[in-house]
Protein backbone atom coordinates (compact mmCIF):
# COMPACT_ATOMS: atom_id res chain seq x y z
CA UNK A 1 0.00 0.00 0.00
CA UNK A 2 1.23 3.45 -0.94
CA UNK A 3 2.50 5.95 2.06
CA UNK A 4 1.94 9.57 1.83
CA UNK A 5 3.55 11.21 5.54
CA UNK A 6 2.72 14.37 4.40
CA UNK A 7 5.96 14.88 2.48
CA UNK A 8 6.73 15.47 -1.22
CA UNK A 9 7.26 11.82 -1.13
CA UNK A 10 4.29 9.03 -2.12
CA UNK A 11 5.83 6.03 -0.87
CA UNK A 12 5.12 3.05 -3.14
CA UNK A 13 7.77 0.47 -2.61
CA UNK A 14 10.82 0.53 0.21
CA UNK A 15 12.93 0.56 -2.85
CA UNK A 16 12.33 4.44 -3.13
CA UNK A 17 13.21 5.46 -0.28
CA UNK A 18 17.30 4.46 -0.49
CA UNK A 19 16.41 6.65 -3.98
CA UNK A 20 15.72 9.74 -2.42
CA UNK A 21 16.26 12.19 0.79
CA UNK A 22 13.81 12.63 3.28
CA UNK A 23 14.73 15.77 4.08
CA UNK A 24 15.23 17.49 0.66
CA UNK A 25 12.76 19.89 -0.41
CA UNK A 26 11.41 20.75 -3.77
CA UNK A 27 13.05 23.93 -4.60
CA UNK A 28 10.92 26.75 -7.26
CA UNK A 29 14.17 27.98 -9.26
CA UNK A 30 11.53 30.11 -11.50
CA UNK A 31 8.34 30.88 -12.59
CA UNK A 32 6.78 32.74 -15.75
CA UNK A 33 6.14 29.77 -18.51
CA UNK A 34 3.82 29.13 -20.20
CA UNK A 35 4.81 25.48 -20.80
CA UNK A 36 8.11 24.68 -19.83
CA UNK A 37 10.09 21.59 -21.59
CA UNK A 38 12.87 20.04 -22.92
CA UNK A 39 15.81 20.63 -19.88
CA UNK A 40 19.14 19.95 -19.63
CA UNK A 41 22.51 20.32 -18.15
CA UNK A 42 25.82 21.61 -19.41
CA UNK A 43 28.23 20.30 -16.00
CA UNK A 44 31.09 22.53 -17.67
CA UNK A 45 28.88 25.90 -17.90
CA UNK A 46 27.59 25.08 -14.72
CA UNK A 47 24.08 25.79 -16.22
CA UNK A 48 20.65 24.05 -16.85
CA UNK A 49 18.97 25.24 -20.21
CA UNK A 50 15.35 24.84 -21.09
CA UNK A 51 12.22 25.12 -23.45
CA UNK A 52 9.22 28.04 -23.08
CA UNK A 53 7.59 26.47 -26.27
CA UNK A 54 4.50 28.90 -26.46
CA UNK A 55 6.88 32.24 -25.41
CA UNK A 56 9.39 30.68 -28.07
CA UNK A 57 12.41 30.97 -26.15
CA UNK A 58 15.14 28.67 -24.70
CA UNK A 59 15.86 29.67 -21.01
CA UNK A 60 18.65 29.61 -18.53
CA UNK A 61 18.92 28.91 -14.83
CA UNK A 62 22.47 29.21 -13.10
CA UNK A 63 23.12 28.23 -9.18
CA UNK A 64 24.86 31.79 -8.63
CA UNK A 65 22.19 34.34 -11.00
CA UNK A 66 19.30 32.25 -11.36
CA UNK A 67 17.39 32.21 -14.60
CA UNK A 68 17.56 34.34 -17.87
CA UNK A 69 17.08 33.76 -21.47
CA UNK A 70 19.26 31.80 -23.66
CA UNK A 71 17.40 32.49 -26.87
CA UNK A 72 14.64 34.28 -28.29
CA UNK A 73 12.95 33.61 -31.73
CA UNK A 74 13.67 29.93 -30.66
CA UNK A 75 11.20 28.35 -33.17
CA UNK A 76 9.30 26.78 -30.61
CA UNK A 77 12.04 24.03 -29.45
CA UNK A 78 10.77 21.74 -27.67
CA UNK A 79 13.37 18.57 -26.55
CA UNK A 80 17.05 19.24 -26.03
CA UNK A 81 20.34 17.12 -25.66
CA UNK A 82 23.53 17.10 -26.09
CA UNK A 83 25.54 15.07 -27.77
CA UNK A 84 29.16 13.48 -27.23
CA UNK A 85 30.57 16.46 -28.35
CA UNK A 86 28.91 18.72 -25.90
CA UNK A 87 26.96 20.44 -28.24
CA UNK A 88 22.91 21.35 -28.03
CA UNK A 89 20.79 19.33 -30.11
CA UNK A 90 17.33 21.04 -30.19
CA UNK A 91 13.81 19.58 -31.52
CA UNK A 92 12.15 22.21 -33.14
CA UNK A 93 8.21 22.66 -33.86
CA UNK A 94 8.48 25.90 -35.70
CA UNK A 95 10.57 24.93 -38.39
CA UNK A 96 9.38 20.77 -38.17
CA UNK A 97 13.11 19.75 -37.63
CA UNK A 98 16.26 18.52 -35.77
CA UNK A 99 19.20 21.12 -34.92
CA UNK A 100 22.42 21.25 -33.68
CA UNK A 101 23.61 24.71 -32.43
CA UNK A 102 27.81 24.51 -33.36
CA UNK A 103 30.55 25.74 -30.72
CA UNK A 104 30.20 29.44 -32.47
CA UNK A 105 26.47 30.11 -32.58
CA UNK A 106 26.00 28.94 -35.75
CA UNK A 107 22.82 26.04 -36.51
CA UNK A 108 23.00 23.26 -38.24
CA UNK A 109 19.48 21.12 -39.82
CA UNK A 110 20.52 17.37 -38.79
CA UNK A 111 16.75 16.63 -40.11
CA UNK A 112 13.50 18.12 -41.44
CA UNK A 113 12.18 15.56 -43.45
CA UNK A 114 11.65 11.55 -44.23
CA UNK A 115 11.25 10.42 -47.63
CA UNK A 116 10.50 13.44 -49.13
CA UNK A 117 7.67 14.96 -47.35
CA UNK A 118 8.49 17.11 -44.06
CA UNK A 119 8.66 16.11 -40.59
CA UNK A 120 5.70 16.40 -38.17
CA UNK A 121 6.92 18.22 -35.47
CA UNK A 122 10.20 16.89 -33.50
CA UNK A 123 9.43 16.61 -29.84
CA UNK A 124 12.01 14.73 -27.74
CA UNK A 125 15.72 13.60 -28.17
CA UNK A 126 18.23 11.69 -27.06
CA UNK A 127 21.90 10.82 -28.45
CA UNK A 128 23.58 7.02 -28.50
CA UNK A 129 27.21 6.29 -27.38
CA UNK A 130 28.20 5.98 -31.31
CA UNK A 131 26.75 9.70 -31.83
CA UNK A 132 23.55 8.32 -33.53
CA UNK A 133 20.65 11.03 -32.90
CA UNK A 134 17.33 9.18 -32.06
CA UNK A 135 14.16 11.28 -32.04
CA UNK A 136 10.73 10.63 -31.83
CA UNK A 137 8.05 13.19 -34.47
CA UNK A 138 4.75 13.63 -32.94
CA UNK A 139 1.78 16.00 -34.35
CA UNK A 140 1.53 18.50 -31.32
CA UNK A 141 3.66 21.29 -33.13
CA UNK A 142 1.34 21.25 -36.15
CA UNK A 143 -2.33 20.87 -34.16
CA UNK A 144 -2.38 24.80 -33.26
CA UNK A 145 -0.33 28.20 -33.48
CA UNK A 146 -0.04 28.10 -29.85
CA UNK A 147 3.16 25.47 -29.63
CA UNK A 148 4.28 25.59 -33.16
CA UNK A 149 2.65 26.61 -36.89
CA UNK A 150 -0.35 24.77 -37.58
CA UNK A 151 -0.13 22.35 -40.43
CA UNK A 152 -0.97 19.62 -42.02
CA UNK A 153 0.74 16.27 -41.43
CA UNK A 154 2.61 15.20 -44.27
CA UNK A 155 4.05 11.48 -42.20
CA UNK A 156 1.47 8.68 -42.60
CA UNK A 157 2.21 8.14 -39.32
CA UNK A 158 3.69 9.83 -36.21
CA UNK A 159 7.59 8.00 -35.97
CA UNK A 160 10.72 7.46 -34.03
CA UNK A 161 13.78 8.09 -35.93
CA UNK A 162 17.31 7.58 -35.83
CA UNK A 163 20.01 10.04 -37.95
CA UNK A 164 23.10 7.93 -38.73
CA UNK A 165 26.22 9.11 -36.98
CA UNK A 166 28.20 9.06 -40.36
CA UNK A 167 26.32 9.34 -43.11
CA UNK A 168 22.68 11.59 -41.65
CA UNK A 169 20.33 9.24 -43.26
CA UNK A 170 17.53 9.58 -41.61
CA UNK A 171 15.45 6.09 -41.46
CA UNK A 172 12.44 4.87 -39.24
CA UNK A 173 12.99 2.93 -36.29
CA UNK A 174 9.57 2.77 -34.96
CA UNK A 175 6.11 3.78 -36.67
CA UNK A 176 3.15 2.29 -34.53
CA UNK A 177 2.88 4.80 -31.92
CA UNK A 178 -0.08 7.00 -31.66
CA UNK A 179 1.72 10.19 -30.51
CA UNK A 180 5.40 9.01 -29.45
CA UNK A 181 7.22 11.45 -26.77
CA UNK A 182 9.99 11.04 -24.36
CA UNK A 183 12.70 8.32 -24.91
CA UNK A 184 15.63 7.09 -23.04
CA UNK A 185 18.48 4.16 -23.45
CA UNK A 186 18.69 2.33 -20.37
CA UNK A 187 22.29 2.81 -19.01
CA UNK A 188 23.71 -0.46 -20.88
CA UNK A 189 22.06 0.93 -24.24
CA UNK A 190 20.73 -2.62 -24.73
CA UNK A 191 16.92 -0.88 -24.01
CA UNK A 192 15.00 1.99 -25.63
CA UNK A 193 12.17 3.56 -23.76
CA UNK A 194 9.33 5.44 -25.58
CA UNK A 195 6.44 7.37 -24.02
CA UNK A 196 3.08 7.58 -25.94
CA UNK A 197 1.26 10.23 -24.97
CA UNK A 198 -1.62 10.27 -27.07
CA UNK A 199 -3.85 9.57 -23.81
CA UNK A 200 -3.35 13.60 -23.82
CA UNK A 201 -6.24 13.90 -26.90
CA UNK A 202 -8.26 11.05 -26.61
CA UNK A 203 -8.79 8.89 -23.19
CA UNK A 204 -9.13 6.09 -25.36
CA UNK A 205 -5.88 6.48 -26.55
CA UNK A 206 -2.15 4.99 -24.45
CA UNK A 207 -0.89 6.82 -21.46
CA UNK A 208 2.39 4.34 -21.50
CA UNK A 209 5.79 4.03 -21.56
CA UNK A 210 6.88 0.27 -24.07
CA UNK A 211 10.21 -0.57 -23.73
CA UNK A 212 12.14 -2.97 -26.75
CA UNK A 213 15.57 -4.29 -26.83
CA UNK A 214 17.75 -2.79 -29.18
CA UNK A 215 19.37 -4.29 -31.93
CA UNK A 216 23.18 -3.76 -33.51
CA UNK A 217 22.56 0.01 -32.36
CA UNK A 218 20.01 0.60 -35.14
CA UNK A 219 17.01 -1.08 -35.14
CA UNK A 220 14.88 -2.39 -32.38
CA UNK A 221 13.07 -4.96 -31.39
CA UNK A 222 10.51 -7.37 -29.06
CA UNK A 223 8.02 -4.72 -27.98
CA UNK A 224 6.36 -4.65 -24.67
CA UNK A 225 4.58 -2.34 -22.33
CA UNK A 226 7.05 -1.11 -19.32
CA UNK A 227 4.26 1.20 -17.45
CA UNK A 228 1.16 2.68 -17.65
CA UNK A 229 1.03 6.58 -15.85
CA UNK A 230 -1.90 6.66 -13.65
CA UNK A 231 -2.26 10.49 -13.41
CA UNK A 232 -1.76 12.57 -16.46
CA UNK A 233 0.39 11.21 -18.95
CA UNK A 234 4.34 10.89 -19.84
CA UNK A 235 5.99 12.90 -21.43
CA UNK A 236 9.82 13.27 -20.86
CA UNK A 237 11.56 11.56 -18.74
CA UNK A 238 15.12 10.15 -17.77
CA UNK A 239 17.02 7.29 -15.92
CA UNK A 240 19.38 6.99 -13.49
CA UNK A 241 22.81 4.86 -12.93
CA UNK A 242 20.80 1.96 -11.72
CA UNK A 243 18.24 1.87 -14.68
CA UNK A 244 15.60 3.57 -12.37
CA UNK A 245 13.31 5.17 -14.79
CA UNK A 246 11.98 8.82 -13.79
CA UNK A 247 9.04 10.10 -15.58
CA UNK A 248 6.39 13.08 -15.99
CA UNK A 249 2.98 12.71 -14.99
CA UNK A 250 -0.02 14.60 -14.00
CA UNK A 251 0.87 14.87 -10.18
CA UNK A 252 4.36 15.19 -10.44
CA UNK A 253 7.39 12.85 -10.95
CA UNK A 254 6.66 8.63 -10.93
CA UNK A 255 9.66 6.35 -10.61
CA UNK A 256 9.69 2.58 -11.81
CA UNK A 257 12.26 -0.51 -11.24
CA UNK A 258 13.82 -1.42 -14.23
CA UNK A 259 11.09 -4.63 -14.00
CA UNK A 260 7.68 -2.00 -13.96
CA UNK A 261 6.90 -1.69 -10.49
CA UNK A 262 6.78 1.71 -9.33
CA UNK A 263 8.23 2.61 -6.64
CA UNK A 264 7.35 6.14 -5.63
CA UNK A 265 5.93 9.68 -6.45
CA UNK A 266 7.26 13.09 -5.95
CA UNK A 267 4.56 15.19 -5.62
CA UNK A 268 4.95 18.48 -7.63
CA UNK A 269 2.04 21.31 -7.46
CA UNK A 270 1.87 21.57 -11.01
CA UNK A 271 1.62 18.97 -14.62
CA UNK A 272 4.95 17.54 -15.00
CA UNK A 273 6.49 17.55 -19.02
CA UNK A 274 10.00 16.46 -17.96
CA UNK A 275 12.99 15.99 -16.36
CA UNK A 276 17.03 15.82 -16.17
CA UNK A 277 19.40 15.30 -14.16
CA UNK A 278 21.98 17.43 -13.18
CA UNK A 279 24.28 19.58 -10.52
CA UNK A 280 27.90 19.00 -10.01
CA UNK A 281 27.37 15.49 -9.53
CA UNK A 282 24.34 14.31 -11.45
CA UNK A 283 22.23 14.17 -8.24
CA UNK A 284 19.73 17.21 -8.92
CA UNK A 285 16.87 16.25 -10.41
CA UNK A 286 14.99 18.94 -12.75
CA UNK A 287 11.82 19.49 -13.14
CA UNK A 288 10.18 21.48 -15.79
CA UNK A 289 6.14 21.70 -14.43
CA UNK A 290 3.97 23.82 -16.85
CA UNK A 291 4.44 27.27 -15.81
CA UNK A 292 7.51 26.73 -13.09
CA UNK A 293 11.03 25.06 -13.12
CA UNK A 294 11.85 22.99 -9.66
CA UNK A 295 14.66 20.67 -8.30
CA UNK A 296 14.64 17.77 -5.77
CA UNK A 297 18.14 16.52 -4.40
CA UNK A 298 17.96 12.83 -4.78
CA UNK A 299 20.26 10.08 -3.11
CA UNK A 300 21.45 8.75 -7.19
CA UNK A 301 22.33 10.16 -10.13
CA UNK A 302 21.36 10.25 -13.57
CA UNK A 303 22.80 9.05 -17.08
CA UNK A 304 24.24 11.97 -18.34
CA UNK A 305 26.85 12.71 -21.33
CA UNK A 306 28.65 14.85 -21.65
Not at 91 to 115: K, M, N
Not at 162 to 171: A, Q
Not at 225 to 230: A, G, P
Request: proline letters at 5%; glycine letters at 10%; charged letters at 25%.
Amino acid sequence: MAEDNGSIYRIDDDRFRYLTVGSARLDELHTGMRWAEGPVWFADGNMLLWSDIPNERIMRWVPAGGASVYREKSNFTNGNTRDRQGRLVSCEHGGRRVVRTEIDGTQTVLADSYDGRKLNSPNDVIVRSDGSIWFTDPSYGIMSDYEGYKGDREQKTNNVYRIDPMSGEVTVVLDDFAQPNGLAFSPDESLLYVADSAFSHDPEHPSHIRVFDVVDGKTVKNSREFCTIDNGLPDGFRIDVEGNIWSSAGDGVHCFAPDGTRLGKILVPQGVANVTFGGPRRNRLFICATQSLYAVYLATSGVQYP
